[in-house]
């Protein structure tokens, strides 16, 4: 009887495991679950199955489930590991990092556990300690771009904008086609105030992934800095196709238009901006001059009494 619970155990296992890799998670759930009812005390059938909940964002579950699965085998490296992404995950900034400590205790050459570490430490606020398991990542990995890629973005947390661009370079040294890193290069350069290099580092950006809304929508802001109005609102119109419900994209093409002296489109796109977030624009529109020109104008005013305000 033993025998036969152990090759159904296995068998469901095996399916669960096929169906992680096939991003299935809750298919994966199901079969994980029927191993665990042939065999309750099944540590991989457990892991795997935390690691499908954690893939579904079902980070509470996932934790039980790695739990369970250390009282069974309190060694399990990548256990730890992924039990640290959960509570990261949860904002339980304390016990995440115990968590990747505790995996890194038993396999302290793994880079992966040390980028992952970082993030959440970035994701803490916690930028200078993130900042050294980069570099730890690093030392042990100098190729993985995804780690020069997130040790940039410490570094732009930290006001280091030319170390923050050398590593996107890095980035991209090893990964050119990487839209991610040459995005967060374009935006430590423009908030460092380099507006032509963050300009083609957005273009870069584009010619990768054409339908980038935040590569458009940041284009627009370098443009527009650079007093280029036209391209701005060129740019933006680009972005508010493929993020129309981004109000900030609506509120921004109507400055740009205000200053060309298009009145009419103007009007339109703020309409658009106060429909997706009325409190926030009403109020800005009371004291903002650049609307000036246009306070008077019988539209700008019905936007008000439609509101309310």
């Not at 908030?191 to 083609?200: N, P, S």
């Not at 529109?285 to 509101?307: G, Y």
Request: glycine share 4%; aromatic share 12%.
């Amino acid at each position: 009887m033993n025998l036969t619970l152990n090759l159904e155990a296995e068998f469901y296992f095996q399916q669960g495991l096929r169906r992680n890799k096939a991003a299935k998670f809750e298919a994966a759930i199901a079969s994980f679950d029927k191993a665990l009812r042939c065999k309750p005390d099944y540590p991989e059938a457990l892991s795997q199955k935390g690691f499908a909940l954690g893939s579904l964002g079902h980070h509470e579950d996932a934790i039980a489930c790695f739990n369970q699965t250390l009282k069974l085998q309190w060694n399990a490296c990548w256990v730890w590991h992924n039990r640290g992404i959960a509570l990261g995950k949860l904002e339980r900034y304390v016990e995440a990092i115990n968590s990747f400590d505790c995996a890194l205790e038993l396999n302290p050459n793994a880079p992966t556990i040390w980028h992952n570490r970082g993030i959440t430490l970035c994701d803490w606020g916690q930028y200078a300690k993130a900042l050294k398991s980069f570099e730890r990542t690093l030392w042990l990995q100098p190729d993985a771009y995804w780690a020069w890629n997130n040790k940039g973005n410490a570094l732009k947390q930290l006001g280091y904008y030319k170390e923050a661009l050398d590593s996107y370079d890095r980035a991209i040294e090893f990964d050119p086609d990487n839209a991610m890193a040459w995005q967060n290069r374009g935006m430590s350069l423009l908030e460092w105030g380099r507006y032509e290099k963050a300009l083609a580092s957005f273009d870069r950006v584009i010619g990768i992934q054409p339908n980038h809304e935040k590569a458009w929508l940041n284009r627009a802001i370098v443009l527009e800095k650079l007093r280029r109005y036209p391209e701005a609102i060129a740019s933006y119109k680009e972005a508010s196709q493929l993020q129309p419900c981004d109000d900030t994209i609506w509120y921004n093409k109507a400055r740009c238009y205000i200053i060309e002296n298009n009145i009419e489109e103007a009007i339109n796109n703020l309409q658009r901006a106060i429909v997706l977030c009325p409190e926030k624009y009403l109020q800005i529109l009371k004291d903002n001059s650049e609307f000036d020109k246009i306070r008077t104008d019988e539209r700008f005013q019905a936007m008000f009494q439609e509101q309310n305000y």
